[in-house]
């Protein structure tokens, strides 16, 4: 028997939204129906499930890394793709987010799935560079030529828009407030 | 009746960053030990998870003032549910010296430890005019959600530089 749900949508150049569905819904009519996408572009929209974080697990002596997290087939139900209550639903036009990250003069790259969140992309990088784990914490993700530190909880493929795919982060040790 | 400001609040606490740090353990909402009639608005109270230290518990509460949401910056301290009162100073989490848990929760400051010594909270930040360009990406803005502020002190509380009780 098909369950009612709340499931949390994500997506390029905009903010997480949470969508009431059935579990025998397709997704494709769950995003087109809360307006996410509509029924014309949704065979250009890539479909992920979960939030990825594949990165996690790379060994440290891999260079140029790249997630396999691959999108699904929206046309399936969601009961078919296992997408259960409060699950993470990625909607992107890029494939990978191409994100380098600068830190001590140095450079690392890697293509990460849209569904990866800036605490899996700051953790790989503290890892990357070796930085010490007790002190790895102090360091944070800030987008290059800018201020902006996004929160742990945002997912990559809300910062980038097709086509361009890439994004670029300096690894920065946040500031400890005095005076 | 709901105050516009209260209706704004109660909309983020729906959000799918709220409700994430929710169902990952890393805060949620409570009553402190409060019944409803003394835990009216604009006070709230949240527990917020904490690294596993020596004698120290898994969570502490926060109890804020989150008056003119989201215009102006929540503000706020530890609070204890078993007395209902603030929690004593002794009791709060500890950082190593000179890091920014140690700062941000001190308790020797100007306003007697009324409120976390950070940029987004609104004692704090009325305080220290020069944050505001020193850091610039804290400063508080109606963009801002209880997410952020929920956001730092979980950071904090799971810190390699914090140290328990």
Redesign the interface.
């Known amino acids: 028997m098909a369950s009612q749900i709340e499931i949390f949508v994500h997506g390029q150049g905009r903010k997480a939204s949470v969508v009431a569905a059935s579990s025998d819904e397709t997704l494709r009519a769950v995003l087109v129906r809360a307006g996410i996408i509509t029924a014309g572009e949704a065979g250009e929209v890539l479909v992920f499930v979960g939030e990825c974080d594949e990165a996690l697990r790379e060994a440290d002596d891999v260079e140029d890394g790249a997630d396999q997290h691959a999108p699904v087939d929206a046309n399936q139900t969601l009961d078919g793709l296992g997408v259960r209550a409060h699950h993470h639903v990625h909607h992107h036009r890029c494939r990978h987010v191409a994100v380098d990250v600068n830190f001590g003069g140095q450079t690392k790259h890697r293509r990460f799935s849209p569904a990866t969140t800036i605490a899996v992309v700051a953790a790989w990088a503290r890892k990357k560079f070796k930085l010490d784990p007790v002190s790895a914490s102090e360091f944070r993700l800030q987008i290059c030529g800018t201020t902006d530190k996004p929160r742990d909880d945002v997912h990559l493929g809300e910062l980038v828009e097709a086509p361009k795919c890439a994004i670029c982060f300096d690894l920065v040790k946040e500031v400890t407030p005095q005076g | 009746m709901e105050h516009p400001d209260q209706r704004l609040f109660d909309d983020d606490l ?4 709220f ?3 929710v ?1 990952s353990g890393r805060w949620e909402r409570s009553d402190g030990g409060l019944p409803p009639a003394e835990l009216v608005w604009p006070t709230v109270v949240f527990w917020i998870a904490a690294a596993p230290r020596a004698g120290a518990p898994d969570r502490f509460f926060v109890r804020l003032d989150v008056a003119a949401y989201r215009s102006v910056p929540p503000t706020g301290r530890f609070w204890d549910p078993a007395t209902k009162a603030m929690l004593e100073f002794a009791n709060y989490p500890k950082g190593k010296p ?3 848990v140690a ?2 929760f001190r308790t020797d400051w100007g306003e007697s430890g009324r409120a976390f ?3 987004y909270d609104r004692v ?1 930040a009325q305080s ?1 005019a ?2 505001a360009t ?5 400063v508080w803005d109606a963009n801002h959600t209880i ?2 502020y929920l ?1 730092v002190v979980h ?1 904090l509380l ?4 914090y140290i328990g009780v």
Request: aromatic share 6%; charged share 15%; no cysteine.
């Open positions: 729906l959000s799918v960053a409700r994430t740090g169902i000179g890091s920014r700062m941000v010594y950070h940029p704090a220290h020069q944050w020193e850091q610039p990406h804290l997410v952020d956001t950071g799971n810190s390699g530089d």
